[in-house]
């Protein structure tokens, strides 16, 4: 891991320092703008019921993708879901987000349900659910 983030930030040795940092520091929230506008935001929670870990906020901003900083989020999200005992991931996004649904299914997650009615009453009302699960 650290051998591929020093390669992907190795323009900038400042950001890799930032970004391995927040990457072994991470707990149940983690959030962080480095001043050069990149940023990478994740918050975890667990469900002990289900044993799942929840994904309820995965970003990188657009000027950071493609680099693998959120496959890279994910991978560490995995190892402190696994430490807490968890055995899978959960989450939801919308349908119209179709780069989030798309970087979920390269990343090995499975589409368990879609929900016509979760923001019916709500600005967002002609959009629909998705929620993705992955099984470690």
Known sequence: ?????????????????????????????????????????????????????????????????????????LNKAREWALQKGMQGFTLETQDVNLLACRFYLKNGFDIGAVDTMLYSNSKYKDENAVFFYSKF
């Open 1 to 73: 891991m650290k051998n591929f983030m020093n390669n992907l930030m190795s323009q900038n040795t400042r950001n890799t320092k930032i970004l391995m940092n927040i990457l072994i520091a991470m707990t149940v929230l983690l959030s962080y703008t480095i001043p050069e506008g990149n940023a990478w935001d994740i918050r975890l929670g667990t469900v002990e019921e289900t044993k799942f870990a929840s994904i309820d906020r995965l970003i990188v901003l657009e000027s950071s993708r493609g680099k693998g900083i959120g496959t890279a989020l």
